[in-house]
């Protein structure tokens, strides 16, 4: 933060903020961040689903000698081990250097690598470019995250966590129809080659306008005014949870290492990517092997993407407006996939309808992702220790992802039985993690209320919020501070 700024909020410039002065700066931060971050997460999304996609525009037969037995599983499971790989290190760098250059330029690195699958010609190839590419992609998520913290309130973090998680939905709905189109143009390059191209070339573009446009701090943002720049600082302190600091805090990694709250969701993460890591890589093989054939597989991916559209702008819209409904609402999409997963698994293959409406609704658990970020976001406090709890929660979707390709066996294609188990037993387990959560968290601020009412209260001000929102202090550190769920 520039020393003005931080004077500006040191002589309690700021303790009456307009309500027209608070809509604006959130409209101008609305106008200029969510198209930015939500594109990107489109592109991220669409990128990762390329391999899928290019298994059915003939990637697999064209790869020298082929790919055979599990190699195509493992070329999905690799983006993860790179992804993993880059975790901690990349929320090191997101404490110490710019967090709106350095995302810019982990887009543009992504996309490079991206446009590199073009040239692979063999199962190595592939093995090298996709953990590249999880390395690149790993800061995407996590870091859009730490901006949701930055400049929204906890009210406003659900619904901003789901309008740029969007992206992701959108990629569903219309990636099938751009690989289609793609697939069935006729060019000097194999389909999946031009595929990789085109989807790169886009990424490094859109980089650019990041580089330009991404702030890396209230102080730093562009688009807003110096008064702006204010208010944006000032409508978060009440959030509790800490401004950017470039002091990485060993302390603060420790606690994150030991807090409940961390570790299930951690746990939660764990499970639900199981089948998440599964359908993401075999999804149009699933889907064709409910006897849809050919590029028709591709365009099939359609109605579960709308349905997951449909699910997220919903589940992060009803947290923005009713209290405490966070948790309530991961569960209760978590049972709509499980019983999705059920259909999909049990309705034989003659009614292939509805084992495809079956695997519609197995994608709408996806909404809770940006719901756990807005937890994530909300509910640590310190800014190493939010950096460290995001990493936790992408470490686990990494193993989960590493995991669930591999239950998909090749030798039982088309219906894939192990996988489907699997998606099964992860639902299972997220739903029982997700509850034990949604346990913890109002029994924890119970005791924090039983003892401010023993301890003697002290009324605050404006000024003196903002101090205390500015001094990077935990959750844990602030007796004062109490969880949403």
């Known amino acids: 933060m520039d020393l003005s700024l931080q004077q500006s909020l040191r002589f309690g410039t700021l303790d009456n903020i307009s309500k027209d002065e608070d809509k604006s700066t959130r409209q101008r931060l609305d106008l200029v961040l969510m198209p930015l971050l939500g594109f990107c997460y489109m592109l991220q999304f669409l990128d990762k689903m ?8 003939g990637l697999i037969k064209d790869t020298a000698n082929k790919l055979v037995g599990s190699e195509y599983a493992w070329c999905a499971s690799i983006f993860y081990f790179g992804y993993l790989f880059w975790s901690f290190p990349a929320s090191y760098l997101m404490v110490r250097i710019p967090i709106g250059k350095y995302l810019a330029v982990s887009v543009f690195l992504w996309g490079a690598v991206l446009m590199c699958h073009a040239v692979t010609s063999n199962f190595a190839g592939l093995m090298v470019t996709r953990f590249l590419l999880g390395v690149t992609e790993a800061s995407v998520a996590p870091g859009f995250s730490l901006l949701m913290g930055m400049f929204y309130s906890r009210k406003e973090q659900p619904f901003r966590h789901g309008l740029w998680f969007a992206g992701n939905s959108v990629a569903n709905i219309i990636g099938g129809v751009l690989a289609y189109a793609i697939g069935t143009t006729e060019s000097a390059l194999a389909p999946w080659r031009l595929l990789f191209i085109i989807f790169g070339g886009i990424t490094v573009f859109w ?25 944006a600082v000032a409508r978060v302190a009440d959030n509790n949870t800490g401004i950017r600091s470039n002091n990485f805090k060993w302390s603060q990694v420790f606690e994150a290492l030991r807090d409940p709250q961390a570790l299930l969701l951690f746990c939660w993460s764990l499970s639900v990517n199981l089948p998440n890591g599964g359908l993401t890589a075999f999804g149009s093989l699933v889907i064709a092997g409910f006897g849809y054939k050919g590029l028709n597989a591709l365009l099939l991916q359609m109605p579960g993407g709308a349905t997951q559209l449909v699910a997220v702008l919903l589940a992060c819209y009803l947290p923005s407006r009713f209290q405490n409904i966070r948790i309530i609402t991961m569960f209760s999409l978590n049972l709509i996939s499980l019983i999705g997963m059920v259909i999909v698994y049990a309705v034989p293959a003659e009614h292939k309808n509805a084992r495809l409406g079956g695997y519609c609704l197995c994608t709408v658990f996806a909404a809770n992702m940006p719901l756990s970020l807005s937890l994530v976001s909300s509910n640590v406090g ?23 390709p591999q239950f998909y066996k090749t030798k039982e294609a088309p219906s894939y039985p192990t996988g489907i188990r699997s998606s099964l037993t992860g639902f299972v387990l997220g739903a029982f993690f997700l509850a034990a959560l949604r346990v913890y968290l109002p029994w924890i601020n119970s005791r924090r209320e039983r003892a401010t009412a023993q301890a003697s209260t002290q009324e ?9 929102h500015m001094s990077d202090r935990t959750d844990w550190q602030r007796p004062d501070f109490r969880y949403v769920y």
Do not use: H, W
């Open 460 to 468: 605050m001000s404006v000024t003196d919020i903002i101090e205390e």
């Open 207 to 231: 980089s650019v306008l990041m580089l330009l446009m991404l702030p890396d701090s209230a102080s730093k943002a562009k688009f807003l005014s110096p008064r702006q720049k204010e208010i």
């Open 382 to 404: 310190g800014f190493t220790k939010k950096t460290t709890a995001n990493a936790m929660l992408f470490i686990a979707y990494c193993v989960g992802n590493i995991l669930g």
């Open 50 to 57: 390329t391999l899928s996609y290019s298994s059915l525009l």
